[in-house]
């Protein structure tokens, strides 16, 4: 069985970033394995601006930003497959791979997981009627115009509004489409801001929050839909409902990490992000396998998936080099509370370097606390003026704070 030191599944924003740090740190024998033709992933089709601003330091379109990481990879000779589907991953690290020469077998001595994320799917939410055409994945639809250059319909609704969503209605605005309205079950958009006001806000298109679809109409298609305002409960209120001529419906309802391939490998998943369970290693608990990126949960930005990545390379070094775990003084779990709605690391176990812990709100809140407790101590605290579940939030802990976790039990964010 052939054998290597580190393989990086995925060739996205997360997997290219990942191995272009590892082989800066160092790693020689990597291997990159991409079930699709070309390399870069989900950036290939966003070709709006906005990426890069960190790590690059300007502002690019998706695939500019995809060509920046490639063109490295490239430069830095990191080998990959194309065209090649991971069939599976044992606890053993050894993972099997389908592709045009057949079903071969690599023991890797360490694996990093940057598989990205799905769409959820229109039967996830339940909305009654036919199956007529016109009716699109947010996803799909980008795929389709962005790349493909066709034209998907003429008068178009947006249920959901996530950011793929939001950047769509633009899309489609720009495309000749008369986008009549975003649809959002919740009281709040679970895009960023900033897309609400460029993708929304420029060009009038109206956002009706606490709305939901109850009904689609057309059979050979989509004619019309039928939206009402929900209640508390988010169950649609009879009365307000009112009927929207559409032949296009697009689906924008949320992102799920792609967790089979580490579920396979023995790797726990969090509920709360159905992404991996991680140490602030970025190492699940099946040893020597790490996870980053979108796979392990929803990212706003590219460039805090590159970050994510980085960080995921030099834990894998580091599990190289000891050629045991990566090193482990403590075992603390990450707990949430008030407005928190989950955390990631959801273990600290290395203390011997500066804490990032990344989290999101279940709700808008304006002026909140954010505070950070080591059992009853807090250890941090700052006032926000707006908190969106929309947008990541990180807290840094210092090295020195971080010190002090060798006798606590738990650590807890909390957001009131």
Known sequence: ????????????????????????????????????????????????????????????????????????????????LLETMVLDITPQKQVKLLSTNGVETIEARAIILAMGCRERPRGAINIPGDRPSGIFSAGTAQELVNMRGLKIGKTAVIVGSGDIGLIMARRLTLEGMDVKAVVELMPFSGGLRRNIAQCLDDFNIP????????????????????????????????????????????FSVGLIPESELAKAAGVALDKRTNGAIVDNNLQTTVEGIFSCGNTLHVHDLVDDVTFEAYEAAVSAKKYLQNNTKSPTTVNVPVVVSGGVRYAVPQNITDISQELKLKFRVGAIYEGANVNVFFDNEQVYSKTKKILTPGEMEIVTLSADIIAKLQNVKEIRIDVK
């Open 207 to 250: 956002l009706h929050l606490s709305h939901t679809v109850t009904k689609i109409v057309g059979k050979e298609r989509l004619e019309s839909i039928i939206i009402a305002a929900v209640d508390e409960n988010r169950n649609p209120i009879p009365e307000t409902e009112r009927l929207i001529e559409c032949d296009t419906l697009l």
């Open 1 to 80: 069985m052939k054998k290597i030191d580190l393989i990086i599944i995925g060739g996205g924003p997360a997997g290219l970033s990942a191995a272009i740090k590892a082989r800066e740190e160092g790693i020689q024998d990597i291997l990159v394995v991409e079930r699709n033709k070309i390399l870069g992933g989900i950036l290939n089709q966003c070709i709006h601006n906005g990426f890069g601003l960190h790590v690059f330091k300007e502002e690019l379109t998706g695939p500019e930003y995809a060509h920046k990481l490639i063109e490295r990879a490239k430069e830095l000779q990191i080998p990959f």
